[in-house]
């Protein structure tokens, strides 16, 4: 076993109670950091430089002993537990509507003298749009998951990463074959959003 996992050389960190997790891991002050309920967790990646950083008033080790800060050399780890968190971490609700066979983007708007008669719009022959919100947050990604549904069963036929930009995403899914479709999106979380998924939504894509 590796030192500190030993009834006789117990860490104190194994015994600490973080709750639940807030988000996903981000970048923070050079180090990998994930928040919890009660604190968070930093880690200082193999083969990067020595870091330190400053801790906020009435953060503990895992052993409760008070910290100011904490210096790191690759590879290496911290659990810091706050006495009240420092981040607002906010509940989200992510939210998706795919719009089959949307309509092809538009190029410059020619001049009154230029237009010639009115055309139909083209769409985008077995496609779909699948726009999104992710409410109380502003940035991050979602995961977006597209099923088709076969003889028994449902089938994911397309799988995609969009970014949240003030609070929304758009990803567009070509060269799909005609039939029923289902589409959910899941929100990764950040430093001030929970995770969430959205709702299954169904649509079909005619021939």
Do not use: C
Request: glycine share 10%; charged share 25%.
């Amino acid at each position: 076993n590796d030192p500190a996992g030993t009834p006789t050389d117990w860490w104190t960190g194994y015994d600490v109670n973080l709750g639940a997790p807030q988000n996903t891991r981000y970048t923070w002050n050079g180090l990998q950091r994930r928040d919890y309920q009660n604190g968070y967790v930093l880690v200082n990646k193999p083969g990067h430089g020595h870091q330190s950083v400053e801790l906020p008033a009435g953060a503990t080790g895992p052993d409760g002993a008070p910290r100011s800060a904490v210096q790191l050399d690759g590879g290496e780890g911290a659990v810091v537990v706050t006495s009240s968190f420092d981040l607002p971490v906010l509940p989200t609700r992510t939210e998706v509507f795919p719009k089959p066979n949307p309509e092809a983007p538009q190029g410059r708007a020619p001049a009154a003298a230029e237009r010639p008669r009115a055309r139909p719009r083209h769409r985008l022959a077995r496609a779909v749009m699948v726009r999104g919100r992710v409410r109380n947050a502003r940035s991050g990604r979602v995961r977006i998951r597209l099923q088709r549904r076969g003889t028994h069963r449902w089938f994911q036929v397309r799988h995609a990463r969009a970014a949240v930009r003030h609070g929304r995403f758009k990803r567009i899914f070509r060269g799909l074959r005609p039939g029923r479709f289902r589409v959910h999106a899941s929100y990764m979380g950040s430093a001030r959003a929970r995770i969430s998924a959205s709702h299954v939504r169904r649509f079909r894509i005619r021939r």
